[in-house]
């Protein structure tokens, strides 16, 4: 006879089991092991998870799913947590899953162009193992040097150059997965054509809560011939914007087109990321154009023709790799400059129509300066894609408050721009009880369809992506989201 | 026969204008009397609730491009047409994005977004196929190398579940993770989750260079395919053998295979390409109709005597796959991983075989089953004979998630209300 669930007889059980399982150094039960697992990367949401567990190989993880249906205890996929949204937070006291020892390259195949890998692997060692051939990864999100290919596939990550590119789900060609039940699947093929519904296409983005993949083989494409980056100097975000609508209108995809406010350059130009950009600049624009070089070397010439036109005071091409990544710097660097400034930074993450950014900024702005909040933007204006980023101290209750109320202001602006709140970070905790703002009852329940059928009982990943309670946000105040943040 | 109180529901639910009745037609075998054609997205959904609560069946279509495509329906007691969904909403140069309502037909689109400098990534085998029905039948057309699959296409999506509740998923915006990706799962389920209403569509720019060219081949060779596939601006690569050629270039001179290549892109990038197809392969300019002729060669019924298939394979062993089927008219396109082959069900060439107890039906699945499995894929019968694709699944043995499909079939339509039998297994 087992115990029964919730009692601390059946956590030992279970716990017993697990070990039973992996062995004893792959079950972390310990309050002080267990402390670095109760968030991801956004530090203000918390979970306790009962145990995490490491395991190496599928049959593994099956065998830990059906341990946990056994004794009644929830599961969360977690892979290296540098997610921004909450979605590898274990709530419910759930058994984290971690996928960070599942970590072999499989296979590089240069002639289907794919990489078969398992969850664990780093996204920037994907196309580390397909340089010799030519081929890479082409998703790289921020924080490339860290998260896993598993958790790209579970938020569909993005990156600077999703604008040509796309995101993870177009990267995707097939999936292995433990589903809910402790089943093991294999779903899609490397034709890319799907067997039957598009399975695939479903679990990609689905932020771990229909299973949890195990071995992904995805797609590879060619190392460019030829990267060209050109560094603009603007004198305000809205000349920059309008040189990011002439570059989109007349045809050209560059691999990437990022603006960085004149915030940031603040910010950037006085810490160690310091890329020398003129601290009087009022916005910078950061284009990568990459291909053949022959068409490279002609959509250099109408870029920077572009970017005069719309008002740049400047458009500097990097000459080599270095000045490349000084370039790159002025972009990057921004978490981290920003991040000097307090001990807590707040990475918001929305989409605007693109020709709607000027204006929407202009608003995010003066909300940040309404609730006297340091506030500043990096964003990947080619898609229309918002990072405003908030510098802060959590410890500072009053700070905090202004910090949630001026992100829900956010939201909101960019959904009556037409916006979505989510363009790579994934709702998670993070946004749930904002997903009212643009899904009605049906829209969500519709949502729920599919998330039965993988998981009737709501097993893996409880408590994320859709609102905590049925209450339309607008229509009940309490409800309004950051329930899970604990401000005294 | 649908008794005249339902009718009088039907009629109430989609409008006095949205429905027909006539002579039956025979539509993959069942025989349909009554067609709904709602004009607006609140009484498509009431024509749903309706069916729904009388227990109904709905054939759904758009023009009817694909409706051989699936297994007979198990049951279709209307026609539910989207042909007066028809529209495009919004078409935002600035953004390069359009709505557009279902039953649009792909061609006006085209047009649409062309005079602004900007063209929809769908590529259909006809101008009259509407974006609702090639978003549901999930197939790429030839310039699927470059355009990718119709889900690609796709920002956000209105559907009329089969409850009748209108749901949406997705935005207007290019980059989206606010909640499923539920478009993902509508687009190639064959109308069996869903009625699609709108879309939001990702536009991708004009080129602002084309050519077409053909190269006589020896044989089709998926090797010079797959090759030609990898050019920068490769957007059609189509490999026929000699049997096709000759449809594809009458004026050719007959014998040999043809590759049929489009590229598409920055002009040097198109020249340089266009040089090295000359050098390769002896590639010159092809006729403006040879797309059109490829696309006719696709989407043609094969009549009563053979059927059309379609097998998705490994890149590396699209070559093992042809091998298989060698000796039948075959058109590869190894830039989609995917190779095209008629089977005879008639006549003298099934005659002369008399294995699997000399049923040719049964012989030509048999054969694409191995040659599926000769290039780690599957196959999918697109057109044949009633008779043939009687008794058999066009879509081959259940892939491994079928379990999950019927789930899925279960949650969303569980009375069956829309297009039941057609998909995989019998969903």
């Given at each position: 006879?087992?115990?029964?669930?919730?009692?601390?007889?059946?956590?030992?059980?279970?716990?017993?089991?697990?070990?039973?399982?992996?062995?004893?150094?792959?079950?972390?039960?310990?309050?002080?092991?267990?402390?670095?697992?109760?968030?991801?990367?956004?530090?203000?949401?918390?979970?306790?998870?009962?145990?995490?567990?490491?395991?190496?190989?599928?049959?593994?993880?099956?065998?830990?799913?059906?341990?946990?249906?056994?004794?009644?205890?929830?599961?969360?996929?977690?892979?290296?947590?540098?997610?921004?949204?909450?979605?590898?937070?274990?709530?419910?006291?759930?058994?984290?899953?971690?996928?960070?020892?599942?970590?072999?390259?499989?296979?590089?195949?240069?002639?289907?162009?794919?990489?078969?890998?398992?969850?664990?692997?780093?996204?920037?060692?994907?196309?580390?193992?397909?340089?010799?051939?030519?081929?890479?990864?082409?998703?790289?999100?921020?924080?490339?040097?860290?998260?896993?290919?598993?958790?790209?596939?579970?938020?569909?990550?993005?990156?600077?150059?999703?604008?040509?590119?796309?995101?993870?789900?177009?990267?995707?060609?097939?999936?292995?997965?433990?589903?809910?039940?402790?089943?093991?699947?294999?779903?899609?093929?490397?034709?890319?054509?799907?067997?039957?519904?598009?399975?695939?296409?479903?679990?990609?983005?689905?932020?771990?809560?229909?299973?949890?993949?195990?071995?992904?083989?995805?797609?590879?494409?060619?190392?460019?011939?030829?990267?060209?980056?050109?560094?603009?100097?603007?004198?305000?975000?809205?000349?920059?914007?309008?040189?990011?609508?002439?570059?989109?209108?007349?045809?050209?995809?560059?691999?990437?087109?990022?603006?960085?406010?004149?915030?940031?350059?603040?910010?950037?130009?006085?810490?160690?990321?310091?890329?020398?950009?003129?601290?009087?600049?009022?916005?910078?624009?950061?284009?990568?154009?990459?291909?053949?070089?022959?068409?490279?070397?002609?959509?250099?010439?109408?870029?920077?023709?572009?970017?005069?036109?719309?008002?740049?005071?400047?458009?500097?091409?990097?000459?080599?790799?270095?000045?490349?990544?000084?370039?790159?710097?002025?972009?990057?660097?921004?978490?981290?400059?920003?991040?000097?400034?307090?001990?807590?930074?707040?990475?918001?993450?929305?989409?605007?129509?693109?020709?709607?950014?000027?204006?929407?900024?202009?608003?995010?702005?003066?909300?940040?300066?309404?609730?006297?909040?340091?506030?500043?933007?990096?964003?990947?204006?080619?898609?229309?894609?918002?990072?405003?980023?908030?510098?802060?101290?959590?410890?500072?209750?009053?700070?905090?408050?202004?910090?949630?109320?001026?992100?829900?202001?956010?939201?909101?602006?960019?959904?009556?721009?037409?916006?979505?709140?989510?363009?790579?970070?994934?709702?998670?905790?993070?946004?749930?009880?904002?997903?009212?703002?643009?899904?009605?009852?049906?829209?969500?329940?519709?949502?729920?369809?599919?998330?039965?059928?993988?998981?009737?009982?709501?097993?893996?990943?409880?408590?994320?992506?859709?609102?905590?309670?049925?209450?339309?946000?607008?229509?009940?105040?309490?409800?309004?989201?950051?329930?899970?943040?604990?401000?005294? | 026969?649908?008794?005249?109180?339902?009718?009088?529901?039907?009629?109430?639910?989609?409008?006095?204008?949205?429905?027909?009745?006539?002579?039956?037609?025979?539509?993959?075998?069942?025989?349909?009397?009554?067609?709904?054609?709602?004009?607006?997205?609140?009484?498509?959904?009431?024509?749903?609730?309706?069916?729904?609560?009388?227990?109904?069946?709905?054939?759904?279509?758009?023009?009817?491009?694909?409706?051989?495509?699936?297994?007979?329906?198990?049951?279709?007691?209307?026609?539910?047409?989207?042909?007066?969904?028809?529209?495009?909403?919004?078409?935002?140069?600035?953004?390069?994005?359009?709505?557009?309502?279902?039953?649009?037909?792909?061609?006006?689109?085209?047009?649409?977004?062309?005079?602004?400098?900007?063209?929809?990534?769908?590529?259909?085998?006809?101008?009259?196929?509407?974006?609702?029905?090639?978003?549901?039948?999930?197939?790429?057309?030839?310039?699927?190398?470059?355009?990718?699959?119709?889900?690609?296409?796709?920002?956000?999506?209105?559907?009329?579940?089969?409850?009748?509740?209108?749901?949406?998923?997705?935005?207007?915006?290019?980059?989206?993770?606010?909640?499923?990706?539920?478009?993902?799962?509508?687009?190639?389920?064959?109308?069996?989750?869903?009625?699609?209403?709108?879309?939001?569509?990702?536009?991708?720019?004009?080129?602002?260079?084309?050519?077409?060219?053909?190269?006589?081949?020896?044989?089709?060779?998926?090797?010079?395919?797959?090759?030609?596939?990898?050019?920068?601006?490769?957007?059609?690569?189509?490999?026929?053998?000699?049997?096709?050629?000759?449809?594809?270039?009458?004026?050719?001179?007959?014998?040999?295979?043809?590759?049929?290549?489009?590229?598409?892109?920055?002009?040097?990038?198109?020249?340089?390409?266009?040089?090295?197809?000359?050098?390769?392969?002896?590639?010159?300019?092809?006729?403006?109709?040879?797309?059109?002729?490829?696309?006719?060669?696709l989407a043609e019924p094969p009549g009563d005597a053979a059927l059309r298939a379609r097998l998705d394979v490994r890149p590396s062993r699209l070559a093992a796959c042809a091998a298989v089927l060698a000796g039948a008219p075959l058109l590869l396109q190894p830039g989609l991983a995917s190779l095209h082959v008629w089977l005879p069900l008639a006549g003298e060439a099934a005659a002369a075989d008399r294995t699997a107890g000399g049923d040719p039906v049964a012989r030509a699945f048999e054969r694409l089953g191995t040659a599926a499995r000769a290039g780690?894929?599957?196959?999918?019968?697109?057109?044949?004979?009633?008779?043939?694709?009687?008794?058999?699944?066009?879509?081959?043995?259940?892939?491994?998630?079928?379990?999950?499909?019927?789930?899925?079939?279960?949650?969303?339509?569980?009375?069956?209300?829309?297009?039941?039998?057609?998909?995989?297994?019998?969903?």
């Amino acid at each position: 006879m087992s115990a029964a669930p919730g009692t601390a007889a059946s956590a030992a059980a279970l716990l017993a089991r697990l070990r039973g399982i992996l062995g004893p150094a792959a079950v972390l039960a310990r309050p002080e092991e267990l402390l670095a697992y109760e968030c991801d990367g956004l530090t203000l949401h918390r979970g306790q998870p009962t145990a995490v567990v490491l395991p190496r190989e599928t049959a593994e993880v099956a065998a830990v799913v059906r341990a946990c249906n056994a004794a009644g205890v929830p599961f969360v996929p977690r892979g290296a947590g540098t997610g921004l949204s909450g979605g590898a937070v274990a709530l419910s006291g759930a058994v984290v899953i971690e996928c960070q020892r599942m970590n072999r390259v499989l296979e590089i195949d240069p002639e289907d162009r794919v990489a078969v890998v398992q969850p664990g692997v780093v996204n920037v060692e994907v196309s580390k193992a397909a340089a010799p051939h030519g081929l890479l990864f082409a998703p790289d999100p921020s924080s490339q040097q860290a998260c896993t290919v598993g958790g790209n596939v579970a938020e569909n990550s993005g990156g600077p150059h999703t604008l040509k590119y796309g995101t993870t789900t177009n990267h995707v060609l097939a999936l292995e997965l433990v589903l809910p039940s402790g089943e093991v699947v294999r779903l899609g093929s490397r034709s890319g054509a799907p067997a039957g519904y598009d399975l695939v296409g479903a679990v990609v983005g689905s932020e771990g809560t229909l299973g949890i993949v195990t071995e992904a083989t995805v797609r590879l494409v060619p190392i460019p011939e030829a990267v060209e980056t050109l560094l603009g100097i603007f004198p305000d975000v809205v000349s920059a914007c309008r040189a990011v609508g002439a570059i989109i209108r007349e045809g050209l995809v560059p691999a990437a087109l990022e603006i960085v406010d004149q915030r940031t350059i603040a910010a950037v130009e006085a810490s160690v990321y310091a890329a020398g950009l003129p601290l009087d600049a009022g916005a910078v624009l950061l284009v990568e154009l990459d291909g053949p070089r022959v068409a490279v070397a002609a959509q250099l010439e109408r870029v920077r023709a572009l970017s005069s036109a719309a008002g740049a005071r400047r458009v500097d091409v990097a000459r080599d790799a270095a000045e490349r990544q000084r370039f790159w710097r002025a972009r990057k660097g921004a978490f981290g400059a920003m991040g000097r400034l307090a001990p807590d930074l707040y990475v918001h993450d929305a989409v605007v129509p693109r020709t709607r950014l000027p204006e929407v900024l202009a608003r995010v702005c003066e909300i940040g300066d309404r609730y006297a909040l340091r506030l500043s933007n990096v964003f990947h204006a080619g898609d229309g894609n918002l990072h405003p980023n908030i510098s802060f101290d959590r410890r500072d209750q009053d700070e905090l408050r202004r910090v949630l109320a001026a992100g829900e202001e956010i939201l909101r602006t960019c959904v009556e721009a037409g916006g979505v709140i989510s363009g790579e970070h994934g709702i998670g905790t993070e946004k749930q009880d904002f997903m009212g703002l643009l899904f009605g009852e049906a829209d969500l329940d519709a949502m729920r369809r599919l998330r039965d059928a993988f998981d009737p009982e709501h097993a893996c990943n409880p408590g994320k992506v859709f609102p905590t309670t049925r209450f339309c946000v607008e229509s009940d105040p309490k409800a309004r989201g950051y329930g899970r943040v604990e401000i005294a | 026969m649908i008794p005249p109180a339902a009718r009088e529901r039907l009629r109430e639910a989609a409008g006095p204008e949205a429905l027909a009745e006539h002579p039956p037609l025979e539509l993959e075998g069942a025989p349909v009397e009554l067609t709904l054609s709602p004009a607006d997205g609140p009484a498509l959904g009431r024509t749903l609730a309706a069916l729904s609560e009388l227990g109904l069946a709905a054939l759904v279509r758009g023009a009817g491009t694909q409706l051989g495509l699936g297994n007979p329906p198990r049951r279709a007691d209307v026609l539910l047409s989207t042909a007066r969904l028809r529209g495009i909403e919004v078409l935002d140069a600035e953004e390069g994005v359009a709505r557009v309502r279902a039953g649009t037909p792909l061609g006006e689109l085209r047009q649409a977004a062309a005079a602004c400098g900007w063209e929809p990534s769908l590529d259909p085998l006809s101008p009259e196929a509407t974006l609702g029905g090639v978003v549901s039948a999930g197939v790429p057309g030839p310039r699927g190398l470059a355009f990718g699959r119709p889900r690609d296409a796709i920002l956000g999506l209105d559907t009329a579940l089969a409850s009748g509740e209108r749901t949406r998923c997705g935005g207007r915006v290019v980059k989206n993770v606010t909640g499923y990706d539920l478009a993902k799962l509508y687009a190639g389920s064959l109308g069996t989750l869903a009625v699609i209403e709108a879309a939001w569509l990702r536009l991708r720019p004009l080129p602002e260079a084309t050519a077409l060219l053909v190269a006589p081949l020896a044989g089709p060779d998926a090797r010079t395919g797959i090759e030609a596939a990898r050019l920068a601006s490769a957007r059609v690569v189509a490999l026929a053998d000699a049997a096709l050629a000759p449809r594809l270039a009458p004026t050719a001179a007959g014998g040999s295979a043809l590759a049929v290549i489009e590229l598409a892109g920055d002009a040097p990038v198109v020249a340089a390409d266009a040089r090295e197809l000359a050098s390769r392969l002896g590639a010159t300019a092809a006729p403006s109709d040879t797309l059109e002729r490829l696309r006719a060669v696709l989407a043609e019924p094969p009549g009563d005597a053979a059927l059309r298939a379609r097998l998705d394979v490994r890149p590396s062993r699209l070559a093992a796959c042809a091998a298989v089927l060698a000796g039948a008219p075959l058109l590869l396109q190894p830039g989609l991983a995917s190779l095209h082959v008629w089977l005879p069900l008639a006549g003298e060439a099934a005659a002369a075989d008399r294995t699997a107890g000399g049923d040719p039906v049964a012989r030509a699945f048999e054969r694409l089953g191995t040659a599926a499995r000769a290039g780690a894929g599957r196959f999918v019968v697109e057109a044949a004979p009633l008779r043939a694709k009687q008794g058999r699944d066009v879509f081959g043995e259940p892939p491994e998630g079928l379990a999950l499909m019927r789930a899925l079939k279960q949650r969303f339509d569980p009375q069956g209300v829309l297009n039941p039998g057609r998909f995989l297994g019998g969903i």
